[in-house]
């Protein structure tokens, strides 16, 4: 799930999540596309998930926090990963090459995971880099490893607060 939150309600936000029960290593502020990304992990279904975390965050909204909010399911998780990462990539390619562009990315050392995913995005993954320089030669090597990729956005990881 990755909310946009209005000017100046961010660290409310934030604060918000992490009352409902999520840890602060499953919350990534973003600089790129989207404000946040939000991990929810082990959700048994879709009543779950609307009463645990839709519903709430919607409340957000409603009280003028939150803008917008896009959920994506994941299909197929990649490698779990504990190390914080220094960005996100959401990539495009063709429904018919999704698991091989997931079994290339997964081979890349920098690549932290690669999930596949129902949404806006075909795969999101969690990258390490040194710095800004790194990150432009990671994507440079994915997208000549991975031909089948479409199209890249990244989104840095910040601080939370």
């Known amino acids: 799930m990755t909310p ?4 100046g309600f961010k660290t409310k936000v934030l604060d918000g999540l992490i009352k409902m029960g999520l840890s602060k290593k499953d919350i990534y502020l973003l600089v790129g596309p989207a404000e946040a990304l939000v991990q929810l992990r082990g959700l048994k279904n879709i009543d779950e998930f609307i009463s645990k975390w839709f519903d709430p965050i919607r409340k957000m909204s409603q009280e003028a926090m939150i803008d917008k ?6 299909i197929s998780e990649g490698k779990y ?3 914080e ?11 018919r090459n999704l698991e091989q562009v997931q079994e290339k990315l997964q081979t890349i050392p920098k690549i932290l995971a690669a999930d596949t995913v129902f949404g ?5 993954c969690a990258v390490k880099a040194n710095d800004n ?3 432009e030669l990671l994507i440079s090597q994915i997208q000549t490893e991975v031909p089948e990729i479409q199209g890249v956005v990244t989104a840095l990881v910040a601080s939370l607060y």
């Open 133 to 135: 320089k790194d990150l």
């Open 120 to 124: 806006s995005y075909d795969l999101i």
């Open 4 to 7: 946009s939150c209005k000017v």
């Open 85 to 95: 990462p220094y960005a996100f990539l959401f990539l495009s390619t063709q429904p």
């Open 81 to 83: 990963f504990t190390q």
């Open 69 to 74: 909010t896009e959920t994506v399911i994941v």
